[in-house]
């Protein structure tokens, strides 16, 4: 091959009749300046591997109005490329194509468990909680004495508050805790919240009586709702 009929000498001649310099084929042909500069210099081995150098020569012929099946026809000779046709294809990054698959598959499975949480879980976690008081158990007791032990019972896993204050339920869910009180009448108000879910509560009324003040009997009495 002469070296008019070089790749070199046609891609000078391409660049000489569109009158462009090196930078601005790059920013429009979207081929790094380096990939460039080997081209022109004839500096082939610092390009990749064939596949990629006609997609190359295909977007910078675009640019200057050359042939591209003549650039490359003289690139693949000069470099003694033995197959090239339509048919060929840029080399598949398996290593991407693996990550992406794992990472699809990672995502997959989260979601799945996620639901599968959701599913079994579902009335724990947004359901309507439960609150059993076995102590007191009316709506309004008298007693003759200072404290009251509040007893229940609520969901394990489900927030106790007693008055507006954070409580604690054993792992069986029953709690127990007692309570000081002012002559006269005491609210009380208990309540068991789920999470992300609803909330009960019960409001029980205790009126301390002091023993010098109770009638006849000095147990406690009991009054209904």
Known sequence: MTNEQSFKSRFEVALGNRS???????????VSERYLEALRGGNFDHLPSAPYVRGYIQKIAGVLGADAEELWTAYRLENQIKTSGAEDRLPENRFLLKKIAKGQVAAAAAVILVGAYAFLHFNRIIGNPELTILNPQVATVVVNTDKISVRGEITPGDKLFINGAAAAAGADGHFERELPLSPGINN???????????????????IYQPAEDASATTSPSVVGQ
Do not use: W
């Not at 462009?20 to 979207?30: D, N, P, T, Y």
């Not at 009380?188 to 205790?206: A, D, M, N, Q």
């Open 20 to 30: 462009i310099g090196m930078a601005k084929l790059s920013e429009l042909s979207g």
């Open 188 to 206: 009380l108000e208990i309540k068991s919240k789920r999470f992300l879910g609803r909330e009960v509560s019960e409001i029980r009324r205790v």
